[in-house]
């Protein structure tokens, strides 16, 4: 067996298992303050140049505060990080997309959170790992609730709804390929390559079919500022962090909480209140979480590690 194949077969230490899933639970509770954070930044800034500018010095941030582990980066390891930073991307490229037209954002989170469900059948088709019929079973719960989220319409889904599965399938190869190469590559490089790659290609589009504001106001910058230093530079590093010391079947379970989170919040900070529709089809994708990941749920409620 090659080192690859092992890191991807070796199962984590318990104690190191339980701290990643507080990592990541955290992080989900990051993620969903993001979502608020950055609903509000692109009401003022063009999407594009929001995560241009705001992936751009979160890389900054990590480099400085990193820079030995960048002195050590190999030429393989810039390739990989390079790919999968392209790969974020597009999917922060859809995700933005869909943010700036979302009209609810707590629906767009649970449609976003498609890729966790995606994760396994990603890992299928990228390193043949075998899933079992409740991924499939999963799939077809959740499928269901995006109905029901398109008949609250007239059975038509919102633009932002598209762009939130679009972003939500290139998650889950992202999500395939971190697993794969946290285990090998220093976190802060990871991160701090993928976030510059990020922001580099959406300033670049930025530029070229966006309009920048002619003036902004503090709390535009108070938004940007809390989206870079707590929604990207934090999150990512603890999420990537965490991925690297667990199963990316155990991680995606934890992830599984980001949608609830959103949800919370934006029924807090907007007063968003779903209709029974709305409500139904976002509990049935969220059951099809649960299912989608039941028996590492029932290991974890039987106090056991190893999953």
């Not at 140049?49 to 820079?67: H, N, P, Y």
């Not at 938004?223 to 707590?230: K, Y």
């Not at 994708?285 to 190893?306: D, E, H, M, P, Y």
Request: with cysteine.
């Amino acid at each position: 067996m090659s080192s690859s194949q092992a890191a991807l077969t070796a199962q984590p230490d318990p104690a190191q298992a339980a701290r990643a899933d507080g990592i990541l639970f955290g992080v989900t509770f990051l993620a969903g303050l993001g979502w608020i954070f950055s609903k509000e930044a692109v009401a003022s800034w063009p999407p594009l140049l929001f995560i241009g500018l705001r992936f751009l010095l979160a890389s900054l941030i990590l480099v400085i505060v990193g820079w030995r582990y960048m002195q050590r980066t190999s030429a393989r390891n810039w390739l990989r990080a390079l790919v999968t930073g392209g790969l974020m991307s597009l999917a922060m490229v859809c995700w933005v997309f869909g943010l700036s037209h979302a009209t609810q954002i707590g629906v767009g989170a649970f449609l976003a959170c498609f890729g966790v469900l995606l994760v396994p059948v990603v890992g299928w088709f990228m390193y043949r790992q075998r899933s079992p019929l409740s991924v499939w079973l999963a799939l077809l719960i959740a499928l269901i609730g995006v109905v029901c989220l398109a008949w609250d319409r007239g059975f038509d889904l919102e633009l932002a709804h598209i762009w939130f599965l679009l972003s939500a399938l290139l998650f889950a190869i992202l999500f395939n390929l971190n697993t794969r190469y946290a285990a090998s590559l220093p976190v802060m490089q990871l991160v701090a390559i993928q976030l510059a790659v990020v922001g580099a290609i959406n300033m670049i589009l930025s530029l070229l079919i966006e309009s920048w504001p002619q003036s902004t106001t503090v709390a535009m910058w108070g938004w940007f500022f809390a989206s870079v230093l707590i929604a990207t530079s934090l999150r990512f590093f603890l999420q990537i962090y965490a991925q690297g010391q667990t199963t990316a079947s155990r991680a995606a379970l934890v992830m599984m909480m980001e949608p609830v989170w959103t949800a919370v919040m934006a029924a807090l900070w907007y007063g968003e209140a779903m209709s029974r529709n709305q409500l139904l089809g976002c509990s049935l994708i969220f059951l099809a979480l649960i299912v989608n990941r039941w028996r590492q749920l029932a290991t974890l409620l039987r106090g056991k590690s190893k999953i």
